[in-house]
């Protein structure tokens, strides 16, 4: 885990591997994106994706909504990003 938005990047973490079946696939990679925002690249198994973003992209939203809560902590905005 990096140094930018550990908190945040450990909650996105923790989210997906709660839902995802192959949890060693799970690699959830942080940039930055600006001087105080983080990007988090989410990537999972392949076949696992649709769990992921869910019905209409539901679940992706909520993933969202829980990082960037996470992320204030860590005093940065957050853009969570699933990547193929």
Do not use: N, W
């Amino acid at each position: 885990m990096s140094d930018l938005a550990p908190t945040a990047q450990a909650m996105c973490h923790y989210v997906v591997t709660s839902i995802v079946d192959d949890t060693d696939a799970v690699q959830v990679t942080a940039t930055s994106a600006g001087p105080d925002a983080v990007r988090l690249d989410v990537r999972v198994a392949q076949g696992e994706m649709g769990r992921v973003i869910g019905k209409r992209g539901r679940v992706a939203h909520a993933i969202r909504t829980l990082v960037r809560a996470a992320g204030s902590r860590d005093e940065v905005d957050i853009e969570v990003e699933f990547v193929d």
